[in-house]
């Protein structure tokens, strides 16, 4: 139980584009899904924290304009990258959180997006 | 000081041995404590939970929490080829879906 799904595994845009990566718990409903963004060999960096019916919070450092999530249903959320840039190369993972949970959060298998 | 502590490694260990992984922490707040394994282009596995001081165990996997020292665990017994891994740890207070990570260990069973 608690499969978290991706889509794309990985994207190629050209820069200008705007990319969108669905995040769905299969199994689950989530009442909150995390983004995150990882660089070669570090650690996670939360971007934001997504509730259903709601508004996201971005953490510090986020563009809320250039990162778009969208939590439409308690098993799916979105994050559209707009106009790429080849700096917004990375991994990008979800995460949600069960709902009733302990706060454990299952992650997904991680979108790569390269921005050329 | 960062909140949460964790060598980064990498730590190299022949098949069979037995791992220990560590993590310390600053916050005392800190109730939730969890390990996940992330293989290289993959995203963060959760391996184990728990929310109490002592040990909780899972197959080959052990972690072990000391909220007194502020110290946590995972240890992997005969370890596996299929054990190379990051391992990262992460804890959140009571009430806060936020985790918070360590930079992860870089682990290699040498078969």
């Known amino acids: 139980g608690a499969v978290v799904s991706q889509h794309p595994s990985r994207v190629i845009c050209k820069s200008g584009t705007s990319v969108k990566i669905e995040c769905r718990s299969l199994?689950?409903?989530?009442?909150?899904m995390f983004w995150y963004r990882q660089f070669p060999k570090q650690s996670l960096m939360l971007m934001a924290t997504s509730n259903e019916g709601s508004k996201a919070t971005y953490e510090q450092g986020v563009e809320k304009d250039k990162f778009l999530i969208n939590h439409a249903s308690l098993t799916l959320s979105t994050l559209t990258v707009t106009s790429a840039h080849p700096e917004d190369s990375s991994f990008y993972i979800c995460s949600a959180s069960l709902a009733g949970g302990l706060y454990e959060q299952y992650f997904g298998p991680g979108t790569r997006l390269t921005v050329t | 000081q960062k909140e949460v502590e964790q060598d980064p490694g990498p730590l190299s260990v022949p098949e069979g041995a037995i791992v220990s992984l560590n993590c310390t922490y600053s916050n005392s707040a800190f109730q939730y404590f969890m390990w996940y394994r992330q293989y290289s282009r993959k995203g963060p596995e959760l391996l184990m939970y728990?929310?109490?001081?002592g040990n909780k165990e899972d197959g080959r996997f052990t972690a072990q929490v000391d909220k007194s020292s502020k110290y946590i665990s995972l240890f992997i017994r005969d370890s596996q080829p299929s054990d190379s891994a990051t391992y990262l740890c992460a804890m959140n207070t009571f009430g806060n879906e936020k985790l918070t990570f360590g930079t992860g260990t870089r682990l290699t069973i040498i078969p």
């Open positions: 199994d689950f409903q989530a009442t909150t």
């Open positions: 728990t929310y109490s001081s």
